[in-house]
């Protein structure tokens, strides 16, 4: 019997190369990129299951990848913001934020038809401290939510102060479930992957059966462990490559013991 309950899935679209770690690999110019295997397979697997995701798009990827952003969106899931670069929010000004959400909004409104009701800043950039703008520019260029704050603090990113937002904007945090000594992502990225199928089933399990929620978080190249590969420092090559080939398999698992939907259809904002 699958367990009925409101499982957030989500896929933060972007390239194989945007990450933010201090020895991410600068390229010249954008390098190829195999793209269409990591959103074809999220589109299948989806199918699959008939189920809707939320797909947060970066908008130079939209800009590239046109056809990937509207097969997203005919296929029945929500398109939302990723911000139109790869470059952490906490570092602009509230003037540089206001730009590249608007123009990655409107690049993806273009090629969809629809309205973009979400915003996931990239690699969970948001600090509530640095960015007390945030909640005014978001709602005024006519977003509804955010998915951006990461409930603890990390090297990079993260806010274990953050209080909620006091004029209406409504914020969908990633799932944290208590793990041991710590609190831990579990259906997160890295988070995810570096789990054992078993320890992954089983705290997820335990979740599901505490009446917790779940929100799944992956990205394009997760789901195609043959992508081309960064050089980057040795725990940052951790990070980001750790378990890649046994993501499909966990997200299956997921898929057939609960009912997944989008943040939209979850908020019950209109298509």
């Not at 074809?40 to 697997?45: G, P, S, V, Y």
């Not at 005024?140 to 904007?169: C, I, N, W």
């Not at 890295?190 to 929620?213: D, G, H, Q």
């Not at 890649?244 to 013991?257: F, I, N, S, T, Y």
Request: hydrophobic fraction near 40%; charge should be positive; include cysteine.
């Amino acid at each position: 019997m699958r367990i009925q309950s409101a499982n957030l899935l989500t896929l933060d679209v972007e390239s194989w190369y945007h990450a933010n770690y201090a020895s991410t690999q600068k390229f010249p110019s954008p390098p190829t990129d195999p793209a269409d295997r990591g959103v074809h397979r999220w589109i299948e697997l989806l199918a699959e299951f008939r189920v809707e995701s939320t797909c947060f798009v970066l908008g130079e990827f939209a800009d590239r990848h046109p056809h990937l952003v509207r097969a997203l969106s005919e296929a029945g899931h929500e398109i939302g913001t990723h911000m139109w670069s790869h470059d952490l929010c906490y570092e602009m000004s509230a003037d540089q934020f206001r730009t590249s959400l608007h123009r990655s909004k409107s690049r993806l409104e273009d090629l969809t038809g629809q309205p973009v009701r979400g915003l996931r800043c990239p690699s969970w950039s948001f600090n509530p401290e640095r960015m007390p703008w945030f909640e005014d520019i978001v709602l005024a260029e006519g977003l509804a939510y955010d998915s951006s704050v990461f409930p603890f603090q990390t090297g990079m990113y993260g806010s274990s102060s953050f209080a909620g937002f006091k004029r209406g904007l409504r914020e969908v945090q990633p799932t944290v479930a208590k793990f041991g000594a710590w609190n831990w992502p579990i259906t997160s990225g890295f988070f995810l992957r570096v789990l054992p199928t078993p320890v992954f089933r089983y705290v997820v399990r335990r979740e599901w059966l505490s009446n917790r929620n779940t929100m799944i978080v992956l990205h394009p190249r997760e789901l195609d462990p043959q992508h081309p590969r960064m050089r980057l420092r040795l725990d940052h090559s951790f990070i980001h490559y750790v378990g890649l080939r046994g993501v499909e398999a966990k997200l299956k698992w997921c898929l057939e013991q609960a009912s997944w939907t989008s943040i939209r259809r979850h908020l019950d904002l209109k298509a």
